[in-house]
Every structure is written in C-alpha cells, then in structure tokens.
C-alpha cells in the first residue's frame, strides 16, 4: 500500500502528512509525496499511477520499480538495513527509475502543481528542471553525487506555472534513481486512508479506494451483539468508544434467555416467590 509523507527539507527526514482536506466531496489537487511503496519490483510504473501526476517515458523507456531487497542493486546503493529507517534516508524500500539505460526522465502535471520535490540518489551531478504550460524551463536545480555520502538527497523546483519535470541531463546511464516524489498536483481525493479520516469516530473509519482514490464511508461502530444482558450498544462521541447500559437495576439479576429482568428477593418461608423474583440465600422455601 502506497503511504504518503510531507517532507521538511533538511535532507530527506521524510514525516507523515497530509495538507488535504479528511473527507473531500469531489476530487481535488491537494500537496502529498508519494513513495512508491505500491510497486514490485521490476514492474511498469503506470504512466498516471496517481491522478494528476504522469510517468512519462522517456527514450522509449518506461518508468519502472526498483526494490533493494532483491540483492539485485548495487551495495552502494542500498542501505545494510532497508526496513531501519534511522540508517538511511530512503523511505522503505521500493524506488523509482527508467532502467539500466536510462537517460533523463520527464514527469507531467495533468492539472499544473506549483511546486516539485524529490529525493534522489546519484554517481554524477543531477539536475532537476521545471517547465510551464508554454514548454519554458521556468526552474532549475542541481544536486550533487551522494553515493560516498550513502545517503538520499533533495531537490525541489516550484513555478506559479509548473507543468512538468525532467530529471537528468544527459548524464550517464544507469547512475540515479528516484524515492519519494512530493508535489501539490494530485487531483485525488486521498491517496491513503488517512486522507480520509473526518475525526469522528461514531461514524466509522473512512477509507480511500486505490483503484479510483476516492474516500469511502467507514462502517458504523458499536453495531448491537444481539445480547440482552450486556445492554444496547451505543457510540460515545466524547470518549471515542463504544459503551453499554446494563439493562437491569441494582437488586435484579439478568435473564438472558427471556431477555428480561428479574428482582432478587431474601427467602420468605411464609410468603412464595412472585414470578417475577428470584429467590437467593438458602433454601428455596417458596418453589414449587
């Protein structure tokens, strides 16, 4: 599942976020990065895996998931410990890149974005360049090696119009790759169930639906058990759980295969038990 992280860009220390909206009513850009974490290895990225966002290949090379625990990578590459996120800056452990023979890649913003974020690992110097609506390089950044450093780092382009990304200039083949991506041009309405949520828990965990990105409702809590005598469940707002009123008062005792409440009463051997009384504390006197 594919998990979304803002980042504070004192290199790529990479926390959870979301500037969206919990439960949008129709689908709209909102700011999220995006980690690839739904991929497999070796697998296509799909040109629109994201709404808003496009894979577009380049060279007739496709974008494609890489994944460090194959072994398949170079060590240098890769972190010792792919799952101790305080070891390397890479989040998790699936990346981003156009193959063995890459060149440079684009990335398109089907509805514009104001900003583009990513972190990267590089042999040689990188560059990011943005570009308007009319093709114009209105932004451009380099960043430098980082494999001896053994570390991801950042690099970030904005426009008030920012219509696409290429990475790469021509360098050499097969010497960068990408992790996570962060910009303001998914058109979605959530990317992860978080996005979702509304903060009210009596109305159930909302989900996001993957396969269209939309928010779904959640299902309602504190549904009834079908038990008498532990009480008619009911969500408390206030506390955040479900609750239960016992059904019978002090003094009675609970009976649950006729779902109704009886009275306790001390034995009387003058006087038989009523119907509805149970007789506790030594003999029965009044049963029959």
Request: charged residues 25%.
């Amino acid at each position: 599942m594919m998990t979304l992280k803002f980042a504070n860009y004192n290199k790529v220390r990479l926390i959870l976020l979301t500037t969206c909206a919990a439960l949008l009513l129709s689908v709209s850009a909102f700011a999220a990065t995006y980690n690839f974490e739904d991929g497999s290895d070796g697998e296509v990225v799909v040109q629109e895996t994201v709404p808003g966002v496009e894979f577009f290949p380049t060279g007739g090379r496709n974008w494609i998931y890489g994944d460090w625990r194959t072994g398949a990578y170079n060590e240098i590459y890769r972190p010792m410990d792919p799952d101790n996120p305080t070891e390397w800056d890479l989040d998790n452990n699936i990346f981003a890149w156009l193959g063995v023979e890459q060149d440079t890649g684009k990335i398109n913003f089907s509805e514009g974005a104001t900003y583009f974020a990513m972190s990267y690992s590089s042999q040689d110097i990188l560059t990011l360049s943005g570009y308007n609506s009319m093709g114009q390089m209105v932004d451009v950044v380099t960043g430098n090696p980082t494999l001896a450093a053994g570390e991801m780092d950042l690099l970030r382009v904005e426009s008030d119009d920012l219509m696409s990304v290429i990475i790469g200039d021509g360098n050499r083949a097969n010497y960068w790759i990408v992790d996570n991506i962060d910009t303001d041009a998914f058109i979605a309405d959530c990317l992860i169930d978080p996005d979702c949520d509304d903060g009210v828990f009596c109305n159930g965990a909302e989900t996001c639906n993957t396969t269209d990105y939309v928010c779904e409702l959640g299902e309602i809590p504190c549904q009834d058990d079908g038990e008498f005598c532990n009480g008619e469940e009911y969500c408390d707002e206030e506390i955040g759980q479900c609750s239960a009123d016992p059904p019978c008062d002090e003094g009675q005792t609970c009976n649950e295969d006729g779902d109704f409440c009886v009275d306790i009463v001390e034995p009387d051997p003058e006087e038989p038990a009523a119907p509805d009384q149970e007789v506790v504390g030594g003999a029965c006197c009044a049963c029959e």
